[in-house]
Structure formats: C-alpha cells, structure tokens
C-alpha cells in the first residue's frame, strides 16, 4: 500500500482524459464487453457445479442412479453434458478475457504512443520561460513516470471495472434468486469486512504518508551527499552528515513499522471474517436444507454455490477499493500532463519574417526593457552598438544580467520595450532559428549527447566539413587531447 497523490481537479482532469480517449471508445465498449461475458460466465458455473452436487447427493440419498438434471424450463441435462457445458464456460470465460485483454493492450500503447509524441511535439514549443520554472525531474516524469501511469491504469483498470462490477452484480442476482436468506448472510459478512478494511486504511494511511515523505528526504540526503562526497570531506562534515542520515532513517523505520503493521493486520482479519461467513453459509444452508418449508427450503448444492460466491465475491469488491486509488493516482498524473499540452506555446514567427544575407555583424541594442516578471525589470533602458569585428566582453557581478543580454540576443525571450538590431533589422522581424543560426553560444555548463565527438562538435552545424571542425577543436584547444583518444574523432561519448 502507498501514499496516494490526489489531483486538484479530479471530475475536469478525468473529462479530459476521456475526451483523449474518444478515438477508442468503439474499442472500449468491445472489450467491455467482453468482460461482462467472461464475468456472467464466470457467475453461472458454481451454480452448474452446485446442480451437480444437489444430484449426487439426492441420488446417493434416494438410492437411486444419477439422472438428468433440470436446469431451466423444459431443459434437461445429463452429468456429463453438464460437465461439459461447464468446461466450455470456462474455456470461453478465459477466450473472451484474452482478447479483451489484447484489444486494451493495443489501444493503450497507441494511446500512450500519442500522448508521448503530442508532449514531445510540445515542449519543443515552449517558449525557454517554461523550463526556467520547472524543475527537469518535473519535466521529465511528466513525459515518462506519468504517461506509464496512464498507460497501466488504462491497460489494468479497464477491463477490471467492466469484469468487477458485472461480476458483483450477477453474483448478488443469482444469490437473491437462489435463497435471499443466505444472500443476507454474505451482505452482512461481506459490509463487515469492507467495514474493517476501511478502518485500517483510514489508520494507516496517516503512517504511509509519513513514510513517503522520508522516503523523498532520505533520497534528497542520499544523492546530495554523494554528489557532494568530497565537499564533504574537506569540510570534515562526515560525522555530520551520518547523523543527519541516522534521523532521517529512524523516522522512516518509526514510519515504515507501524504502517506496514496495521496494513499486514488487515489481511488476517479480514480473512478471519471470511472463515466466519464460511461457517455460518454451512450452518444456515445446513438448516434450510433440511427444513419442510418450501418457500425457504434449498437444495444441498446451494452451499457449495454459496461458498464459492463469497470467495468470488471479495476479489472484486478488493478491485474497485484498488481502482478507485489507482484512478486518483491516475489523475493526478494526468492532470500534470494536460497542465503541460495546455501551456501556452512560444509566440508565432512573423508570416513575412525577414532574413539577412551577406550578414555583416553589426548589432544594436536601443533602450531595452526586460524582465523575467511582468512587474520587475531586470534590464533598464539598455543601450549598446558593437559594430562587425569589434570584440565586446560583458563584465559585471552575478545577477546583474549578462546571461540575460545574450538570451535576448538569441531571442529566447521577446523584450518588453525597446529594439534589438542585427545589420539594421529587428530581431522580432526575423525567424527564431534564423537568428540563431547566426550565433554560437558556449555555455557555462557542457552539455556532452550520447554520440561521437565528431557528431557533438558538429551539433549546431550539421553539414560541417570535417577540416572546419578540426579547425573549432584546435581553436578550443581540444585537438590533441582528442587526438589521444581511440578512434579519435569517432571516440563514442556516453
């Protein structure tokens, strides 16, 4: 059991999704279906098997040979046919599972398949804003954690909400029509043991979420400490560090321990309940039996059919308890997504954009207003012009917004006032990645793709020549230390 994460729009986030699904729904119903089928089959063979016992032991009772056995109406079955019929049930019961099984299994993965390429299509949308308020591990378990999420919910879920609720259903039908006397038993045991259930979840779920909580520090400690394991050597912060970990633990130990404890209690008493829903079906049936009254009175079957019921009868009540926190799960990682596709895109290029030829290099800034929030400006009236082959270094402490200068540059963010020229023409006038196109831009952080080295240098310049890349890794300073490499140029980075 786990700590379930809640979504804040359940109803809005579970239309969308629907709404997402509506290329399936054709799909949807088949399968559906088919589980409806497999799960009123399913309700009918411990009622055939209860017929079959009510006539050997009314046989062996009247000490007669074995007959046929009346089933509904004028229909009239031998023992074996009735063996047979039940086979077939089963047999088809598990049919009619697979192929709805396989039908979600496609339907989910196309699904999964699109909503993967739709978020793929959209962050390459996003204007360079986004990803400066969002953290990459939000970003990235969107994409991945949260689209498996969907994709096992949908796949599981599905077909266990169509098999579970026509299964509950049937089962309570054909125990009301058999004897309501006993159907009362199995209510109330039943009620009992969701009632119990619920009490221990209630109880435990206040200890799961401690848990996971320490679960989410001991990790952060975890992977700062070892990414920092030098720092914190120098600093001889080990003793300190230990410590700081050895609390961490304790609280998860404390946290772990008592919600796995009431969690494990909850299985044996409910089992413990079972058993007495067990004996009472045997004691009760047993009664009615053997009574005279005809209106009451059960064939010795029924019991069997009884037993069987109340086995069949838990798992499916235990399924919708399941999918009903599997599905809050499932919207709260849907609700992720769908906040993501329905950011709003960077800004359309200008339909008659404009590009240089011949460029020249010649740019100006005229009284440039920036800032990252509508109402604080970072860059105040800034004005500058470096003319072509004039080398320029912008020098100022941290934040005082010279990583900024340049992403306004390369247009990864539009100015609040003011104009930005290259060669005389304005830089909103001009196609994003024309303007790109013109720059390099070393970063502070070296970012290495999996790949050659030949295919990292040339990244930004695909059709590069090979001497032209030398040429960059010699003015790098890089050229020999590449060179000393195995396979040199083609040495694969991973």
Known sequence: MNYIEKPQDFKGTMKKLLAYLKPYYFKISIAGFMAVIASLMTVLTPWLLGLITSEVAEAYSQKRAIGHIHLL?????????????IIVSYVLSAAFNYFQSFMLIGMTQNLTYQMRKDLSSKINRL?????????FGDVLGRVTNDVEMINNTLTQSISEVF????????????????????????????????????KFVKLSQGYFRSQAKSYGDLNGHIEETYSGHTVVKVFNHQEKSFQQFETINQELYKSSLKSQFISGIMFPVQFFIGNIAYILIAVVGALLAITTNPLIAIRVGIIQTFIQYTRQINQPIQQIGSIANVLQSTAAASERIFNLLEEDDEPEDDQDAVSIKNIKGHVVFKDVYFGYHEDVDVIKGFNAEIKPGQKVAIVGPTGAGKTTIVNLLMRFYDLKSGTIEIDGVNIKHMKRKDVRSLFGMVLQDTWLFDGTILENIKYGSP????????????????????????????????
């Open 127 to 135: 204007p360079l804003r986004y990803f400066d308020q969002q953290s």
């Open 163 to 198: 098999r579970s609720i026509s299964l509950l259903i049937g089962i309570f039908v054909m125990m009301l029509i058999l004897s309501p006397i006993l159907t009362s038993v199995v209510f109330v045991t039943t009620i009992l043991s969701l009632y119990a259930a619920r």
């Open 463 to 494: 059709n590069a020549s090979f001497e032209q890349i030398k040429k960059a890794a010699e003015l790098a300073q890089t050229h020999h230390f590449i060179e000393s490499l195995p396979g040199s140029y083609d040495f694969k980075l991973n």
């Open 73 to 85: 109406g004028n229909i009239n079955v031998s023992m074996g046919g009735l063996a047979l019929v």
